[in-house]
């Protein structure tokens, strides 16, 4: 297999930013036209951001999975596909538009609050700040250990006022999420037991490109939130 050239680490680049200004030119649809709303199901929800998915791509895209998940759903582990739920008057929404881009490439999620639930929306404040502060401190530190951005993470959360609601917080492009616990390659993940810098050079000689995955779950009231995006690209 040929090393990839400049050229090759270009495109690659540039695709994984153009899926994530997809996702977000998606999530603005659907949130901009209320398509999440009280008296609603999860399904109900996802099939209509699969519509909005099909408008901005104009294709059919992603493989089917559950997009949305409220209330307490919002804490399973992922790979756990729960029952269909109602969206109550006050709640929390996470939307992970992961199953839109085939291949695992890459990933964006947010989190939605309806009603005026302070703490809820003190969650959704809490993920970008988080998000924002981890980017911060990457971008900050040229050799950074997967150990040392997940210790900073977990620490953030902490001083929040939170739990993490996974044992990683972000991914290698291209690496499928993971289930359950400790997976057996952890230099793919930015996790407590990746001592490799981040910035290196992946499998086929790629450069390695990461994506953001923050689950922040109020451990007392039993719900969560999420906050996924590209880390070292924008």
Known sequence: M???DRMDERLRALRLV????????????????GL???????CEVDDRIWDVAGEVFGTAVGWPDRLVRSGPHTVLPYGQGPPDRVIGVDDIVVVDLG???????????????LGDDPGRRRLVEDLAKVGAAARETFLGQDDITGRQLHAEVRALAGKAGWSLGTWQVGRLCGQAPAVGGS?????SFI??????PLRRTAEGGWRAHWILEIRLVDDYSGFGGSFTQLLDLV
Request: aromatic share 4%.
């Open 18 to 33: 153009e899926g994530q200004r997809m996702a977000q030119a998606v999530l603005a649809e659907v949130v901009e036209g």
């Open 36 to 42: 999440i709303v009280p008296g609603s199901t999860e």
């Open 183 to 187: 997976d057996p390659e952890p230099c």
């Open 191 to 196: 996790g407590p037991d990746n001592d490799e």
């Open 99 to 113: 199953p839109l881009f085939a291949g695992h490439e890459t990933d964006f999620a947010r989190t939605v609050v």
């Open 2 to 4: 040929a090393v990839p």
